[in-house]
Each structure stands twice: as C-alpha cells, then as structure tokens.
C-alpha cells in the first residue's frame, strides 16, 4: 500500500475503469486504451440522509447533484486523452441509483420535457453519443416501464442529444473502441445478458431463461433488477465483469429461472475483477456467481447500510468457493455495517473512487483509491501489481 499521491493521468494503452463514489448510486466511467469513453450508469438516489436514514453521507457533498459531480469527475479525468464527449452510456437497468431519481423539483432540461437528474442531468454539459439500454424503443419488457423516474429517463432518452440503442445480447461489437480499434485487437467488451437473455459462449447465440411473460401473473413477472444488463470487458488478459443489480432469490426455490445471476456468471468467468452484484445487497452475490467469477478483486457500489450483506461479503471472501487470495473494495460504508458485520474490517477499502488501471499490455492491473473528500483525485491507497490470469 502507498502513501497518499497525485493521481497519474490515463496514458495511451491504458483502461482505467473509474468506480465514482457519490454516496447515491453506481456510475462507473471507462476509459479505454484507445481514448473511446463509456459511462456505466449515473445513478443519482434520494437526495438526503435526513430523509432516508440508512444512505451515506453524499460525496464529496450535496451543494451539487450527483450527475453534476459525475459530469465533472468525467470531464476532468477524460481530458487526459483530450476528449470532451462520452462516446457510450450504458444503463443496466430503470432504477433510481443507477439512471436519476425524478422529483418535481428539479430543474427542467435545456433540450426537453425532462428533468435532470443522473444521466440527464450529465448530458446537459457532456455531450453524450449513444445511450445503450435494454429496452428502447418500446419499454414493454416484461411488461410496460412506466414510474416517475422511468418516465423522465425515457423523456430524456427520447430527445435528440444522442443516438439510441437497445443492448444486442452476444454481441462483441455493440461497444467498440472508436479511434484506434487496430492498435488494441484484444480490446472487447461482450454483452453477455439482458432481460434474462444470456449469451452462450459461442458466437453472439444467446439463450432465455425467463419464462415466457404470457405465462406468468403480474407478480410472477421477471423483476427490473433481474433483466439488468451485465457486460464483460476483456483487454489483453484481463477480464471485468460488470452486472447490474442482478439477483439469485428463487422465491425459496420455487422458481430456480429466478437466480440469474448464477448462468450469467458461467459464461462470464473467471475475471480478474467483478462488480458485486446489487451493491452486494441479500438476494445477490450468491455462491455460484462467487465461485464462477474467481476474481482477484471485488468492487461494491455501496451507498446503504445493506451494502454489503454479510452473506454477500461471506461469500466474497469464502475460500471453499475458490482458492487464493482477493481484495475487496466498497465505494462507500455507512458506518453501522462496520459494527453489523465483523468482515467488514477485512475490506481493503471502504470509502473513495476506485480506480481499477490495467496498462498496457493488459497482463497487470492496479487498483487506485482516491479521495471522495474534494475533487484533487488524490490518491489515498494503491493496490498491486496484481497479475491477471
Ligand atoms: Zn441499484
């Protein structure tokens, strides 16, 4: 572990995947070897610990909302590779932590009848290319998408910012570098499953395992987290696996099609670092996920007193799932889970961005954590080498 330090820039040939700790959601900023850039989530959540007892405090602090703060963390690290637009935004699923919270006191869009919040509130200042989510144009799967923060993405998704896709599942070549694809052939980002369409390893053929939706009643349908979008990201060796909120609960096994998370996790390992699924919360993270994954390091987008579960967290640093050593860093802890779950003083981190940075030629990779106190990046802890397999 180092001392506390300037953060070196991204240089060419480097991936730095950004874990932006605002205490209200996930939002993960990438930025590849090649300069393209990618936002996975920009969740902006219940404004106040005041109100909702259980958040953290916000980060850096509430003066801005957390899109702006996103929009400002992105800026300044992708002028590094003198960009000044996101080429792609992923949204893993229409939940409030992860796209914006609606309320009708936010400010009105500049370009549309929307309000801004999460990623709306990012595209007013940061030029946005293509918005990928699981369900445009239609919003109907598994059943029509309508709440107030839905609504308001949709708005904002229906504007003519930027170019709209619906995630294609098996696909290698959705998400690509845009600048210099031939200098990083072993770059990919695969998507691996999207409302319960997993993709099987082979080609970009992919299999259901939802049941059809005519089949089930209203409280049977497939939950919103369950059809999140999880992706792999691969450069040279090393492997990310990043999945949403997906979850495992069978309903007390009565409907195994219900754990998700545990196919997605076989055709997505092993992977150097994993993303816990639904901030680590109860119905994730089970043991399956966990033994497919094998990942050297774990990163919880934590933002709750639930996050971690202490099962969740078990089974993260279980040796009979898998052997050897792994490193496990949260965004945020709310102080109470420190007392709740005696593990958690095992975490290698429990508060800043997490900055996972793989150089060149992808055989090794850092974690970074910085400071989420202010804005100087400065670099708390540094994690590695570690040695990707
Ligand atoms: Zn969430």
């Known amino acids: 572990m180092g001392r506390a330090s300037q953060f070196a820039?991204?240089?060419?040939?480097?991936?730095?995947?950004?874990?932006?700790?605002?205490?209200?959601?996930?939002?993960?900023f990438v930025l590849c070897p090649d300069g393209t850039t990618m936002l996975v989530d920009c969740g902006a959540t219940s404004p106040s610990p005041a109100t909702v007892p259980y958040l953290v405090d916000p980060k850096p602090d509430g003066h801005r909302r957390p899109g702006e703060w996103i929009a400002r963390y992105v800026s300044r690290h992708?002028?590094?590779?003198?960009?000044?637009?996101?080429?792609?935004?992923?949204?893993?699923?229409?939940?409030?932590?992860?796209?914006?919270?609606?309320?009708?006191?936010?400010?009105?869009?500049?370009?549309?009848?929307?309000?801004?919040?999460?990623?709306?509130?990012?595209?007013?200042?940061?030029p946005v290319g293509t918005v990928i989510d699981r369900a445009w144009p239609d919003y109907n799967y598994p059943a029509p998408i309508h709440d107030p923060h839905s609504d308001n993405y949709q708005a904002f998704a229906r504007s003519a910012l930027h170019k709209m896709e619906?995630?294609?599942?098996?696909?290698?070549?959705?998400?690509?570098?845009?600048?210099?694809?031939?200098?990083?052939?072993?770059?990919?980002?695969?998507?691996?499953?999207?409302?319960?369409?997993?993709?099987?390893?082979?080609?970009?053929?992919?299999?259901?395992?939802?049941?059809?939706?005519?089949?089930?009643?209203?409280?049977?349908?497939?939950?919103?987290?369950?059809?999140?979008?999880?992706?792999?990201?691969?450069?040279?060796?090393f492997d990310y696996f990043t999945g949403g909120d997906m979850s495992n609960d069978t309903s007390?096994?009565?409907?195994?099609?219900?754990?998700?998370?545990?196919?997605?996790?076989?055709?997505?390992?092993?992977?150097?670092?994993?993303?816990?699924?639904?901030?680590?919360?109860?119905?994730?993270?089970?043991?399956?996920?966990?033994?497919?994954?094998?990942?050297?390091?774990?990163?919880?987008?934590?933002w709750d007193s639930s996050h971690p579960s202490s099962v969740a967290l078990s089974n993260m640093l279980s040796l009979e799932l898998y052997e050897g050593?792994?490193?496990?860093?949260?965004?945020?802890?709310?102080?109470?889970?420190?007392?709740?779950?005696?593990?958690?003083?095992?975490?290698?981190?429990?508060d800043g961005h997490i900055v996972v940075r793989v150089p060149p030629p992808g055989t090794h990779f850092q974690v970074l954590v910085t400071t989420n106190a202010n804005e100087s990046d400065n670099v708390v802890a540094a994690f590695g080498p570690y040695t990707c397999t």
């Open 78 to 126: 992708m002028a590094a590779a003198r960009r000044k637009e996101l080429d792609y935004f992923l949204l893993t699923h229409f939940h409030d932590d992860h796209m914006g919270k609606f309320s009708a006191d936010l400010p009105m869009s500049k370009f549309g009848d929307y309000r801004l919040t999460g990623i709306a509130d990012f595209a007013e200042t940061v």
């Open 166 to 237: 619906r995630l294609r599942v098996g696909a290698g070549n959705q998400m690509r570098l845009l600048a210099k694809p031939e200098s990083y052939p072993d770059f990919e980002i695969r998507n691996l499953a999207a409302n319960g369409e997993v993709w099987t390893g082979v080609g970009e053929t992919t299999r259901q395992f939802f049941p059809d939706t005519k089949l089930l009643a209203p409280a049977q349908l497939p939950t919103e987290n369950m059809c999140s979008i999880a992706v792999r990201l691969s450069y040279g060796k």
């Open 252 to 302: 007390y096994g009565r409907a195994s099609w219900r754990d998700i998370e545990s196919p997605v996790a076989r055709v997505a390992g092993p992977v150097d670092v994993a993303v816990a699924n639904h901030h680590g919360y109860q119905d994730a993270v089970g043991a399956e996920f966990v033994a497919a994954l094998r990942p050297r390091v774990f990163v919880i987008n934590g």
């Open 325 to 350: 050593d792994r490193d496990v860093f949260s965004t945020a802890v709310k102080p109470e889970t420190k007392i709740a779950i005696r593990r958690m003083s095992e975490l290698k981190s429990s």
């Open 9 to 28: 820039p991204w240089t060419p040939g480097t991936l730095d995947i950004h874990h932006i700790s605002t205490g209200r959601g996930s939002s993960t």
